[in-house]
């Protein structure tokens, strides 16, 4: 059997083997002939009966895995000890470190970074306590808060289970944004006690990025925030979704010819990403917006237990149309999908107005297969990496931090999301505009200098900067001043 085309992931097994009646080539064998390409062999400890070797193997995906593991542990004389691949290697110890600015090589360096020169330091923040943006890690310093109550595809996994996410989230705020952000997962999810805990640890923090909170609490909980502090709380699963669908449907009607305002979009999924990139579109003008869930459109004028529902109920289906999705997607421009796989079918494309619009972003199996949609769709985006035109959140939050922080915001405004999503759109030049090509990459460098700079400026406009003006056009630089320079800001 040969290797499968394809393979892309190596795995590391550790084995066990007895020494009597153990065969290493037997093993080979068995490796080659399900497909995987032994590409190193470590001896770990040899002892009087037995051996134990890692063997790295190249192989396809986890089910390839699963039945190499599974051939090995049927050969006599051998047991799997441990099954390692480069993901899982990857997370040992966590992704994320802590380090010193200054290192401190003496009884000097030590007198100014502890006591007792701290202390004048602190006094001048318990003097005038805005200091802190300037003095300590406040200024640049971001929390990713989660109760692990909607992960990603997963659900309800636990404050425990959800850590490896938040510190991506932590890893991509720094590479991409060179913003510090530190994962906190809180083992609750009562509404109160969440608002509370947030409340009370917001002194060390300049903004709060609240990350995978089950909606319909996480509207309450961002709402209180936003409303009880002074720093930017950005709930990413509502507003990045909705900054970056925006920016590739801007690009998207451009391409086909559309004004955005003029639309019939269609909404699936009524859930937080539901909602927020709904209010996104009316903010960007959209006046026809239909929302339907698992039992039908939302009825314009209709009474509904859902708050999320009644919202919908209240704001949008102008025309008050009815039925199920196959029903309102008649003569639509755009569908926006953020509910579950395979619910848009392709008669449901067909029915669609000219040139018809998809961004289908359920992940990981999106709401119509790219491939099933092709033949009718004249733009169609997913939430997936291996399709064109990613909707991924990472093109807003990096550059949104950094332009919140560096203007010192105290909130985020709807006219600072706009921004964000007309900034990541210009970075789709009128040359390349294409079908398969409306969005930016996710490691395109010029997004977040956009985002940052679009940010600021909205903010200023919006009267929600508190540090001047000249000061958050620069970067973090001025952090190197000297102090009497620093505390002026």
């Known amino acids: 059997m040969s290797m499968p085309t394809g393979a892309n992931t190596s795995v590391i097994l550790r084995l066990e083997l007895q020494k009597e009646n153990a065969s290493f080539g037997t093993i080979a064998t068995a490796i080659s002939e399900s497909g995987g390409d032994i590409v190193a062999i470590d001896v770990v400890r040899t002892e009087k009966m037995t051996t134990v070797r890692d063997l790295t193997i190249n192989v396809y995906d986890s089910k390839h895995t699963e039945l190499i593991v599974s051939l090995i542990g049927k050969l006599p004389g051998v047991r799997v000890i441990h099954v390692s691949d480069q993901t899982f290697l990857l997370h040992l110890g966590g992704k994320i470190e802590m380090s010193t600015k200054y290192p401190i090589k003496n009884r000097d360096d030590l007198s100014r970074v502890y006591t007792p020169g701290v202390a004048r330091v602190c006094t001048a923040i318990a003097e005038k306590p805005s200091l802190a943006h300037t003095l300590t890690i406040k200024r640049n310093t971001v929390a990713v808060v989660s109760d692990g109550s909607a992960v990603l595809g997963l659900g309800n996994i636990g404050p425990e289970a959800a850590m490896p996410v938040m510190e991506g989230k932590a890893m991509l705020f720094k590479q991409l944004g060179g913003v510090d952000a530190f994962p906190i997962c809180l083992d609750t999810q009562d509404t109160e006690e969440i608002i509370r805990i947030v409340k009370a640890m917001a002194p060390t923090f300049g903004g709060i990025n609240l990350e995978d909170i089950s909606a319909p609490r996480c509207f309450e909980i961002e709402e209180r925030l936003v409303q009880e502090l002074d720093i930017p709380v950005f709930h990413d699963d509502q507003h990045g979704t909705a900054v970056v669908l925006l920016s590739g449907l801007l690009n998207a009607v451009k391409l086909v010819g559309k004004r955005l305002e003029h639309c019939k979009v269609v909404v699936c999924g009524l859930g937080a990403a539901g909602t927020a990139c709904t209010k996104m579109l009316m903010a960007a003008g959209v006046a026809n917006v239909v929302g339907v869930d698992r039992q039908g459109a939302i009825i314009r004028g209709g009474s509904y237990d859902n708050p999320a529902w009644q919202w919908f109920a209240e704001h949008t289906n102008p025309n008050k149309e009815t039925g199920l999705l196959s029903d309102v997607i008649q003569d639509a421009d755009i569908f926006i999908g953020v509910s579950g796989p395979g619910v848009l079918k392709p008669d449901d494309v067909k029915r669609m107005a000219k040139d018809p619009i998809v961004f289908a972003m359920a992940n990981p199996t999106p709401e119509i297969l790219p491939e099933e949609a092709e033949p009718y769709v004249r733009v169609m985006a997913t939430g997936r990496s291996d399709y064109p035109n990613q909707i991924n959140n990472v093109l ?5 931090f950094r332009g919140v922080l560096d203007c010192r915001a105290s909130r985020v405004t ?25 969005i930016p990459s996710v490691f395109n460098q010029a997004v977040v200098e956009r985002v940052r700079e ?14 001047a003006r000249e000061s958050a056009r620069g970067t973090d630089r001025d952090q190197q001043r000297e102090p009497s320079a620093a505390l002026s800001h």
């Open 396 to 400: 807003c939050f990096p550059g949104m």
């Open 454 to 467: 679009a940010v600021i400026e909205a903010a200023y406009e919006a009267g929600v900067a508190r540090r």
């Open 414 to 438: 709807e006219g600072m999301k706009l921004a964000a999503a007309r900034a990541i759109a210009s970075v789709v030049s009128a040359d390349e505009l294409n079908e398969h090509y409306i």
